[in-house]
């Protein structure tokens, strides 16, 4: 009789299949999809994320007194210099600071050289991040004389 539909027999299981193969496919394309997006979106993957950082800021130079932030410029321990004094604060934990009249920033960076002119009048150069210089070289103003004559 034509117009009857015929009732096929098939299983349960064959319809799950059916639609656990029909999801998997589906997935697999829409994460092809958003992978392809994404690459798209961060731009140049050959390029390292040093690259895409910002610009360097460029470094400055700055001269004060180096002292240590517990002290400041004013050391209280009588029997001991300005530099054994900024040195041992240091090294109970204060770090180090360079003044200039009524500014003070805290040092970060290459504290060996700033150790060395603890107490002392020096020129650093380094990047102003906030308050505190990221030192880069440290000299003192008679040093730097000697090497610009």
């Known amino acids: 009789m034509p ?11 064959a319809l799950l299949a059916f639609f656990a193969l029909t999801t998997l496919a589906s997935s697999l394309a829409l994460a092809a999809l958003l992978a392809g997006f994404t690459v798209a979106i961060a ?6 994320p040093d690259d895409r950082a910002a ?18 410029p004013r050391h209280t321990a009588t ?9 041992m604060c240091v090294r109970n934990g204060s770090r180090y600071i360079i003044v200039d009249r009524d500014r003070s920033y ?12 603890a107490g002392q009048r020096a020129i650093l150069t380094g990047v102003l991040e906030g308050n505190t210089i990221k030192v880069n070289s ?8 000697g090497k610009q004559q």
Do not use: Y
Request: glycine residues 10%; proline residues 6%; aromatic residues 4%.
């Open 3 to 13: 117009g009857i539909v015929k009732w096929r027999d098939r299983s349960w299981l």
């Open 43 to 48: 731009g140049d993957p050959s390029q390292s």
């Open 55 to 72: 610009p360097a800021v460029p470094s400055a130079t700055f001269s004060g007194v180096v002292t240590d932030a517990h002290c400041g």
């Open 79 to 87: 029997e001991e210099s300005a530099s054994e004094c900024a040195r």
């Open 106 to 117: 805290e040092l970060a960076g290459n504290l060996t050289q700033v150790g060395d002119l």
């Open 138 to 145: 440290a000299n003192s103003p008679s040093a730097s004389e």
